[in-house]
Nanobody, 117 residues
Framework: VQLVESGGGMVQPGGSLRLSCAAS????????MSWVRQAPGKGPEWVSF????????YYADSVKGRFTISRDNAKNTLYLQMNSLKSEDTALYYC???????????WGRGTQVTVSS
């Protein structure tokens, strides 16, 4: 199993980024997926969840209305569209394969998102 995130970078407040997570080594369409982030000096924070067939989706209150999770099962890829970014969104963003509620068995290595003016 391999999960590889990409798309992070530095952006100004109010900007946008689109993260991707390329999955391999397992049947991607059979697993729900989540994005989890960790800010410097803080614990992991769950961000968003998507079921196997792209619905339902759930979001943390802190990102609701600004972030959109999606997946392309044909491409074995998970996405996170992030709009109206704030400084508090600065974190290392991980995609994770979900085996139960908030229980993950595989993680990627993360992609850094920095929101700063």
């Amino acid at each position: 199993v391999q999960l590889v995130e990409s798309g992070g970078g530095m952006v100004q407040p109010g900007g946008s980024l689109r993260l991707s997570c390329a999955a391999s080594g397992f049947i991607f369409s059979s697993y729900a997926m989540s994005w989890v982030r960790q800010a410097p000096g803080k614990g992991p924070e769950w961000v968003s969840f998507i079921e196997t067939v792209s619905s339902p989706t759930y979001y943390a209150d802190s990102v609701k209305g600004r972030f959109t999770i999606s997946r392309d099962n044909a491409k074995n890829t998970l996405y996170l569209q992030m709009n109206s970014l704030k400084s508090e969104d600065t974190a290392l963003y991980y995609c994770a394969r979900e085996v139960d509620n908030y229980d993950y068995d595989y993680w990627g290595r993360g992609t850094q998102v920095t929101v700063s003016s």
